[in-house]
């Protein structure tokens, strides 16, 4: 139907009179999915049991102050002080089970006292919400992305260090290391550490506790796990191999002077595509016992470099060639190895989303203990809103060379613009409640969809 102009265009001169009153508002009526999924998967009672060792009578105790932090987190806020801008919602009061919201200082003080055996009550927690949804569906291949993240702070906290930081030199920060699944696109395991640590820091222990975590929920379950050069070494290769675990593993060229000679004197590469080009080797360094299967691999690049040629002592130089070596012990051609190896990139776009929609990079108390507690409520707000999606929706692909993910996830951010910042009225008509909420059409059938999704995955 054809409009006219005057239909569709109208002048606005007055600005309305501002009038705040309490009527039971809410900013965040989508608040009632996640008190769906809260219930569905337990998490209050579950997380009553990671402090059931704490002996305090609190009136505010530590698993409402968890269950906050998640909630502030999905809600898109950052620091503790923003508490106050949602502290008399009563759909969000509702979704955390509570009457009257604490004060900013109570929150802070809870997450000061928290103790390490809670933090390791949670961070298995979490891990385990994970680790059943790989059970539900029954995957017969899981792929495990290993990579740390630098956490950095402008002032002094409990366990930071100075280490390397590209972006922020100088600051101390945390550099944990996070253990993803790529096929969920969640954050599976998180190992804390200081800032001044190498990214393979005591990191075989962790990867064995994550591969065990899986395996004891999923016996013959294909386990698959890739790598930048940083964990690099015999050992590491060495352990993934004896583990039945299938890996790629980017080889740093400043190791190991034979790298640059065996690509420089290669005179016929086998085609990959119009892209890539390689060879391969059954080859060791000097050092190690065992051979292993080395791609060497050069990437077609268009740029030109206007710069004066720089030539390295360790890494290949040739015009419009990028070159890099991974090793590995997967079987069959050398284009899947290689797609598979590059899907690792999916794991860099996790890490933005937990840092820039969940707040991951915040630190906001001088304790270790508070801060990893912090830390792992935004892991869980990552992961409770690939939970909402998975449960409501069907599996959007199957299993790629690149590994990813099985559904197309909506980001965090899109899900709270489209779905839980949505302004409605909460009454109680004939004593019945009802959340009112504007006639948006398109609104109106995504909650229902995700409401009736939970309500039958319950």
């Known amino acids: 139907m054809k409009l006219s102009r005057s239909q569709i265009h109208t002048k606005v001169q007055s600005i309305p009179e ?26 209050c009672d579950r997380l009553r049991e990671c402090f059931a060792h704490r002996s305090e009578k609190l009136i505010v105790g530590f698993p409402t102050i968890v269950l906050i932090m998640i909630v502030h987190l999905m809600l898109g ?14 759909v969000v009061l509702r979704a ?3 009457r009257r919201m604490p004060n900013v200082s109570t929150v802070c003080r809870g997450l000061a006292r928290t103790d390490r055996p809670s933090v390791e009550n949670v961070r298995l927690l979490s891990r385990e919400c994970i680790v059943s949804r790989l059970e539900a569906e029954k995957f017969s291949r899981v792929t495990l992305d290993f990579d740390g993240s630098v956490i950095s702070t402008g002032k002094f906290a409990e366990g930071t260090a100075v280490g390397y930081n590209n972006k922020k030199k100088g600051q101390r920060s945390y550099y944990p290391l996070l253990c993803t699944v790529a096929q969920t696109a969640q954050v599976l395991d998180v190992f804390h550490r200081a800032g001044n640590v190498h990214d393979s820091h005591n990191a075989i222990e962790f990867m064995g506790g994550c591969f065990d975590a899986v395996r004891s929920r999923l016996p013959g379950v294909i386990l698959e796990s890739r790598k930048d050069a940083a964990f690099f070494s015999d050992k590491m290769v060495d352990f993934l191999d004896s583990q039945g675990v299938q890996f790629s593993i980017s080889v740093p060229f400043e190791r190991f002077v034979e790298l640059k000679f065996m690509i420089e004197s290669r005179r016929r590469w086998k085609r990959l595509d119009s892209r890539w080009d390689y060879f391969e080797s059954d080859w060791a360094p000097k050092c190690w016992e ?17 710069e004066p040629v720089q030539l390295g002592l360790f890494t290949p130089h040739e015009e419009g060639y990028e070159f890099k070596v ?7 051609k050398a284009k899947p190895i290689l797609l598979f190896h590059n899907g690792r990139a999916s794991q860099e776009n996790q890490f933005s989303e937990l840092k820039t929609q969940c707040n991951m990079d915040y630190v906001p108390t001088r304790r270790l203990s508070g801060n990893q507690l912090y830390f792992l409520s935004a892991v869980f707000a990552h992961n409770m809103y690939r939970e909402l ?19 197309i996830f909506e980001e965090a951010a899109s899900m709270r ?24 059409e398109i609104t109106r059938k995504e909650l229902m969809h ?6 039958h995955a319950a």
């Open 18 to 43: 501002l009038c705040f009153e309490d009527q039971r508002l809410t900013s965040f009526s989508g608040c009632i999915l996640l008190q769906r999924l809260f219930q569905k998967l337990n998490l």
């Open 77 to 90: 806020f950052r620091r503790l002080r923003d508490i106050e801008r949602y502290r008399d919602d009563p």
């Open 96 to 98: 955390l089970g509570l």
């Open 290 to 306: 065992r051979r292993y299967r080395f791609l060497f691999l050069r990437h077609r690049v268009k740029k030109q470099s206007k």
């Open 326 to 332: 991974i090793v590995t012990n997967k079987k069959g």
């Open 389 to 407: 999606q998975m449960t409501v929706r069907k599996i959007d692909r199957s299993t790629t060379p690149k590994r990813a993910a099985l559904w």
């Open 417 to 440: 613009h489209k779905l839980i910042q949505r302004a409605g009225r909460l009454t109680r008509p004939h004593g019945r409640l009802r959340l009112t909420l504007s006639g948006n």
């Open 450 to 455: 995700y409401l009736s999704g939970l309500a």
